[in-house]
């Protein structure tokens, strides 16, 4: 059942800058990357690659071929708590005996997972998701792993003011939700540097948490204003290559928004639909099991900012929301 594997890789982009590509077990995701940086006698790690079988020790075989050992590690610090950017944080924290730092807002992924699950079904029932779909797909989800080895609370709250210390030189935090509520970006001023996370990719693709802040869409656009200000000079993604059109990749995210947007209005043209009715007008593509809880989750985020803005309306009709034009 399972493919083959990508194996976990280092690699040097700069002078005490290593990229560890680490391999996700997901169709169309198979890697994520950590930072290593230099600092005195050891490293800094930014983020950590997901908990699964054998990861620890692809983490160590990617740092194995830069020259690093996992107990170099003086800091953990992540982007963000998907598992994919956190999942490895206590494990690594034990071997290395260091510290791990978060931003707070970390409940989407820290919370009850039986209660995040009620949640997710509630909002897919009002979606428009049959019952019969919402039963597979709760026996589904509470089998999948959370690709997390276990939940830790940060040493410290990775918040504005707060410094990573390198021999780069310092990087300032800045906060950048809509991805993920506790999404943060991490800027090297000196270099130009920037730490994007998942919030800036090489190849644009959206994701937004659903129901955890009141607009992740209008939040994300915001960030992207926020990170455009820092004027980076090199990129280094959570996923893919680093890579120097910063300008160009936050311009190609605010089109796509709006795009997405666009589709979701003009989904409404012809009266009343459900989140699942629009599905396939925003993406193209009708709802599956494997497809529906991102895309679901999606155009509610797009339906979500368009309320906010007055151009949209919800009814309630026998328990199941119906959008509308305002
Ligand atoms: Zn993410
Ligand atoms: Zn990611």
Redesign the pocket.
């Known amino acids: 059942m399972i493919a083959r594997r990508e194996l976990g890789r280092g690699e040097r982009v700069l002078p005490g800058l290593w990229r560890v590509r680490l391999p996700l077990p997901w169709p169309g995701v198979p890697h994520g990357n950590a930072w290593a940086i230099a600092a005195g006698s050891g490293v800094v790690l930014i983020d950590t690659g997901m908990h699964e079988a054998g990861s620890l020790m692809q983490l160590e075989r990617a740092l194995d071929q830069v020259n690093l050992r996992l107990e170099q590690v003086r800091l953990v610090a992540s982007t963000?708590a998907?598992s994919d950017?956190w999942g490895q944080a206590a494990p690594i924290c034990e071997r290395a005996g260091c510290e791990f730092w978060m931003h707070p807002n970390h409940a989407h992924s820290t919370a009850d997972p039986e209660k995040r699950l009620e949640r997710r079904l509630e909002v897919a029932g009002q979606s428009g998701v049959p019952q019969q779909a919402l039963r597979s797909y709760a026996e589904r989800a509470r089998e999948l792993p959370s690709g997390i080895a276990r939940v830790i609370e940060p040493d410290r709250d990775l918040v504005p003011g707060v410094e990573i210390e390198t021999d780069l030189g310092v990087w300032t935090v800045h906060e950048t939700p809509g991805?993920?509520p506790s999404h943060v970006c991490l800027f090297q001023p000196e270099r130009r540097l920037l730490i994007s996370g998942?919030h800036l990719l090489g190849r644009v693709s959206l994701y937004y948490d659903y129901g955890w802040t009141p607009d992740p869409v209008g939040e994300f656009v915001h960030s992207l204003g926020v990170v455009e200000e820092l004027d980076a000079r090199l990129c280094l993604a959570?996923h893919g290559r680093p890579f120097t059109d910063v300008h160009g990749h936050i311009d190609a995210n605010r089109r796509l928004v709006q795009e997405r947007l666009a589709a979701v209005t003009t989904g409404l043209d012809g009266g009343s639909r459900t989140a699942v009715e629009l599905v396939p007008d925003v993406y193209g593509e009708p709802l599956t099991q494997t497809n529906a809880g991102w895309l679901l989750s999606q155009t509610l985020c797009y339906l979500r900012h368009l309320e906010l803005g007055g151009s949209v309306v919800r009814s309630p009709d026998a328990g199941v929301e119906r959008w509308s034009r305002a």
């Open positions: 963000h998907h950017h991805h993920a998942d959570g």
